[in-house]
């Protein structure tokens, strides 16, 4: 058995860019940054920075590229993909990427405000799945929901008095 999944929770390094293809179905691109927090040897606290390269297609490329923008925070749900192109030079190039399944839009930091100048930002959205105004929060609300806690079956609770720093 094979399995290429991946949980990436960061911000976005840049705003989405979104365009067509021939057949017209949109596909957007962006960057998430992931932070790393450790203490060294030295006892020292460390923080590193990884940065991933994502691709949504069809609706949800859409709704990424209405509602997000540089600093957002968004957690996606995929797969890697890696593709190569040659270009006009004969050198081949690689590009590993983060195909988009399933998101998860974070609070909004902007008072409700979006580039689509409307709220409703919140919502999981698979890729076979349309963005529909029932699943957002009304533009009134002003409580942010929690940030979404994911959950390993089998894992048992850890207590915080076991953790080591």
Known sequence: ??????????????????????????????GIATNRFY???????????????????GKQAEIIHQYLHKGSLLLVEGRLQTRSWQDPQGVKHW?????????????????GTSRAGGGGDEGVLN?????????????????????????LPGEEEIDVKDIPF
């Open 127 to 151: 890729e076979e799945e349309s963005f529909s105004p029932q699943r957002s929060r009304s533009p009134q609300s002003r409580e942010e929901p929690p940030m979404p806690i994911i959950e």
């Open 39 to 57: 203490t060294d040897s030295a006892g020292q606290k460390q923080k590193q920075a990884e940065f991933h390269n994502i691709v949504a297609w």
């Open 95 to 111: 590009k590993t990427e983060i195909v988009a399944e399933r998101i998860q839009l974070g609070p909004r930091q902007d008072g």
């Open 1 to 30: 058995m094979n399995l290429n999944k991946v949980f990436i929770l960061g911000n976005l390094t840049r705003d989405p860019e979104i365009r067509q293809i021939p057949s017209g179905q949109a596909v957007c691109s962006f």
